[in-house]
């Protein structure tokens, strides 16, 4: 998966995909310590003034937990991504993008390539 990733009309419009960074474990409080392997870290913001915020994640073996919390000082929502994944550094098989609705909904999608094409 080169650049921007192929979606399901459904999904919504690309805005604009983020890069993976390197993130020391746990950096987050629920985050468990790793024996081995490695966390990246994705971020992304969206306006809170649109109609809807939602989220998609598209891929072999995508699955995680969705922690939610409200900031009484700002009108964006940052949306921090973490995935634990087996190399060093970055997470190179999935992309985070933003994504758009007719102008009134913003979301959030993570795209797993399958590292097996078989």
Not at 23 to 49: M, Q
Not at 90 to 111: H, M, T, W, Y
């Amino acid at each position: 998966m080169k650049g921007i990733p192929e979606i399901d009309g459904e999904d919504g419009n690309i805005d604009r995909c983020v890069p993976w960074t390197s993130a020391t474990s746990p950096e987050h409080p629920r985050l468990p310590t790793l024996a081995s392997g490695a966390w990246s870290r994705a971020i992304i913001n969206l306006s809170a003034d649109a109609d809807d915020l939602y989220f998609i994640a598209r891929g072999a073996r995508v699955s995680g937990t969705l922690y939610v919390s409200e900031s009484r000082t700002t009108k964006d929502v940052s949306v921090t991504i973490y995935a634990k994944h087996d190399g060093t550094g970055s997470f190179p098989s999935a992309k985070v993008c933003r994504l758009s609705q007719n102008d009134e909904k913003l979301g959030v999608g993570i795209f797993v390539r399958c590292s097996n094409p078989s």
